[in-house]
């Protein structure tokens, strides 16, 4: 049995905080938990992220070409004793359904993810009508019991460490899920 999902939901915005994570402040986290590996298919959001980790020395990106593909990499990675991080779209988690249930659930496999919420700048801001791919996120997370944290600017940034703890604490898949473009 499964144990409860903790989540943390997305912190109000206050009057002195920035959209988005800092692409620099995001790297060093990245690099300070271990990862070894990112695997992730850049998308308008993430593609100041993709850049600095590809012109990283220290972490080895992959891009493949579908989430799912890159599900099973990750896991593969991770048994072979590495440390991979997914940076996937909302969209691509969707996509990749069978195989999280297939190579992370299943197998127990501690998947670490970092999810871009597309369409979560736009439901905020009251613009219609509201991206499904914002709507189904949570649902989602939640059917497959996956535990996640917000991490909309770097002020979230230590809920990259809480989820890698937790993936390694429950052998078991665990997301920060981004609202916003990360920024330089």
């Known amino acids: 049995m499964r144990q409860k999902t903790e989540i943390i939901p997305p912190q109000k915005e206050g009057a002195l905080s920035v959209r988005g994570a800092s692409v620099s402040k995001t790297l060093t986290a ?38 799912g593909e890159s599900v099973a990499i990750a ?14 779209q909302n969209t691509g988690l969707m996509e990749a359904g069978d195989a999280l249930r297939g190579c992370g659930l299943g197998p127990k496999v501690p998947l670490r993810l970092m999810v871009g919420w597309r369409g979560y700048g736009g439901a905020q801001a009251g613009r219609m009508p509201i991206d499904s791919a914002y709507t189904y996120t949570e649902p989602l997370l939640h059917a497959w019991g996956i535990p996640y944290w917000t991490m909309m600017g770097d002020e979230d940034l230590p809920m990259l460490e809480r989820m890698d703890r937790t993936a390694a604490e429950t052998s078991l898949p665990a997301a920060v899920v981004t609202g916003y473009a990360f920024r330089s």
């Open 30 to 67: 990245i690099k300070t938990l271990g990862f070894t590996h990112v695997l992730m298919i850049p998308d308008s959001e993430s593609r100041l992220l993709h850049q600095a980790i590809g012109d990283d020395p220290d972490i080895h990106l992959i891009t493949p070409c579908r989430e």
């Open 75 to 88: 896991a593969g990675l991770w048994t072979g004793g590495r440390k991979p991080l997914l940076v996937i």
